[in-house]
């Protein structure tokens, strides 16, 4: 297991109220949950109660006002036992957004809300016809006296069936690529023309209510807009994509050591040949080479969370987080699914879960190809 030398008592304090909430909360209703294909509002208010929503909300918006080292910890407590289905992920990016880019008007509106868990959020970028190309987005928000009229559709949406508060990516010029996008803050309580499709039937993350989404001449005021200028929604986005590629390669190692944990539980227990199953020289060559690389994972990590508290962390370092992170989440977890033989391929096995859930992994949040583009870039200049 990891050490993260920059987790201090108060870390460690915070990530055992984090476990004990996930063990109370969590565990005895992850089947039902799976079931229904989302977890319930008071879910969401519960994690609020012990300051998971609001830890890094400024407290006089109704937050914590800690530093993001403590949503890295609530993502490694997740992830370590095994849900990746809950759209925590989104709702803090969300909440980033309104803290980063939001007028005093907007951060005093829905920071509380959002830190309450009064209201859920999601963001809305991809579209039918376009995902890693998001400047060709077809959604457009018109102005229109002192409202945005938007029209467009939007699918594969993290928290979209329960969404409260939605951070849209749409055109406010469609003429123009990058410059013609801004973000727009819908709330989608009792809102005209707004509908949510049907609910994605998905190979794993069966807790997350993914949705496709549909406005119809959807009528906003123009103080939905996030920020106090049209066309800064392309800026907005790629300033916060760092965290989102971090928070991606934390959720990726606390995966990972999930999968280790659980398989070693098993291959110390499952006989083969009349030894165990860890007695075989494979399978405790697989397992070393699962721990180091959980290791190397979790070092890298760390130094791009410090880099990012000081401003440093370049988007193509966050890519290789994104991209190697993800990946090695999946081999690790294909490795101790293969050391499962069978009943790795079953669903009351945790492994089976950890594998379908993972997958998605390398291609949300930017494609793996996407990361690597990123960094080739970088690599490609005088
Ligand atoms: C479970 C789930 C949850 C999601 N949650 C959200 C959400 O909350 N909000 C949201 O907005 N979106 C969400 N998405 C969408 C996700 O971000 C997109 O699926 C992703 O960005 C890829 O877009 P696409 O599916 O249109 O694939 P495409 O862009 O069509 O890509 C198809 C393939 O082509 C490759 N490719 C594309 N362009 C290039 C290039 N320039 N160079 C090399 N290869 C390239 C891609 O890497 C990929 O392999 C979610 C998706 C899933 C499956």
């Known amino acids: 297991m990891p050490t993260h030398l920059w987790m201090q008592e108060e870390h460690h304090a915070f990530g055992d109220s984090v476990r004990r909430f996930f063990e109370d909360e969590f565990q005895p209703h ?40 403590f949503d890295a910890v609530t993502f490694l407590e997740q992830a370590k036992i095994g849900d990746s289905g809950w759209g925590f992920s989104v709702h803090n990016i969300a909440t980033h957004y309104v803290t980063g880019f939001g007028t005093e008007q907007q951060k005093q509106k829905w920071l509380p809300k959002l830190a309450s868990g009064e209201m859920v959020a999601a963001i809305a970028m991809t579209e039918p016809g376009t995902g890693s190309d998001l400047q060709a987005v077809k959604t457009t928000a018109i102005k229109d006296g002192n409202e945005y009229l938007i029209n467009g559709s939007k699918t594969f949406i993290t928290n979209g069936g329960s ?25 989608t309580e009792g809102l005209d023309g707004f509908s949510v499709g049907r609910k994605l039937d998905k190979m794993g993350m069966k807790r997350n209510d993914t949705a496709e989404l549909s406005f119809q001449d959807v009528r906003v005021p123009q103080t939905n807009l996030l920020g106090d200028e049209e066309g800064q929604g392309f800026y907005q986005l790629m300033k916060q994509l760092p965290w989102e590629r971090l928070i991606l390669g934390y959720s990726a190692l ?24 860890m007695d075989f020289q494979n399978s405790r060559f697989k397992l070393a080479e699962a721990a180091t690389k959980i290791e190397l994972l979790a070092a890298f990590l760390d130094q791009c969370l410090a880099e990012l508290d000081q401003g440093l ?42 594998y379908t859930d993972a997958r998605v992994q390398k291609i949300y949040g930017g494609t793996n190809e996407i990361m690597k583009e990123l960094i080739a870039r970088s690599l490609d200049k005088d």
């Open 30 to 69: 992850r089947d039902q949950w799976k079931d229904d294909g989302h977890v319930p509002k008071s879910f969401w208010e519960k994690s609020a109660e012990i300051g998971i929503l609001g830890a890094t909300v400024p407290e006089e918006y109704g937050g914590l006002g800690l530093s993001r080292h």
């Open 163 to 187: 969404a409260d508060l939605i951070v849209l990516v749409a055109k406010t010029d469609p003429t123009s690529r990058s410059k013609g996008v801004s973000l727009i803050m819908i709330e």
């Open 254 to 277: 606390g995966a990972a050591q999930c999968a280790l944990d659980t398989t070693l539980d098993y291959v110390r227990e499952r006989k083969a040949f009349g030894q165990r199953i």
């Open 313 to 354: 962390l370049t988007p193509e370092k966050a890519a290789m987080a994104k991209w190697w992170g993800t990946q090695a989440q999946c081999d690790i977890i294909d490795e101790c699914l293969q050391l499962h033989g069978g009943y790795g391929y079953m669903n009351e096995y945790l492994i089976s879960e950890l």
